[in-house]
């Protein structure tokens, strides 16, 4: 499954299918950003779609909004992790398994680590179509994910937020149509 960016900031942005079906918004207000996805409500006679928070993120924390009870991973930040850019970023998810995000071949990929590492979803950038084809931003989320993609949305917003766009070496670059 792929969800597009419709714009190349992760920290503000839609995210939506290849058809254009906004799945999730991504608002970002000093202080805090909070992820939201729209879905159908099956319960109601409408043809229109209910937007529910399922995710916000600060500068020390990031709260899943997971059936009634939100769930905090806290974030840990130390000189260490500002010096070293490209050190994963890992922790443990809401079933104590751990998770890392971390840059493969210049893509952010996040691993569950059960008893081997697992990839669920993958980051790709926006290309200009200079010299290959132009396309979109996307996460992919790849099949041992789709059970858990608000919590893939989440993390990688949070990960984008807080380890990934403020590396002196990330590029960014205009939006692919």
């Not at 207000?29 to 937007?51: D, K």
């Not at 979109?136 to 993390?155: M, Q, S, Y």
Request: include cysteine; charge should be negative.
């Amino acid at each position: 499954m792929e969800l597009c960016l419709r714009h190349n900031d992760p920290t503000q942005t839609l995210l939506m299918t290849p058809d254009g079906i906004v799945m999730y918004q991504v608002n970002t207000a000093p202080g805090q950003t909070t992820i939201s996805r729209f879905e159908n409500h099956a319960q109601r006679l409408s043809t229109g779609r209910v937007s529910c928070v399922v995710g916000e993120v600060d500068s020390s924390r990031l709260r899943l909004h997971d059936n009634e009870i939100p769930i905090d991973i806290v974030m840990v930040s130390s000189a260490e992790d500002i010096e070293n850019v490209d050190r994963p970023w890992t922790f443990n998810g809401p079933d104590d398994k751990p998770y890392t995000w971390q840059i493969l071949f210049r893509s952010p990929v996040l691993f569950v680590s059960d008893n081997a590492p697992v990839p669920l979803a993958r980051y790709r950038q926006a290309k200009l179509g200079i010299v290959s084809r132009s396309r979109r931003a996307f996460l992919e989320i790849f099949p041992a994910g789709i059970n858990v993609i608000d919590f893939i949305v989440v993390t990688f917003v949070s990960y984008a937020k807080h380890h990934w766009l403020n590396e002196p070496h990330h590029e960014s670059s205009p939006s692919a149509i």
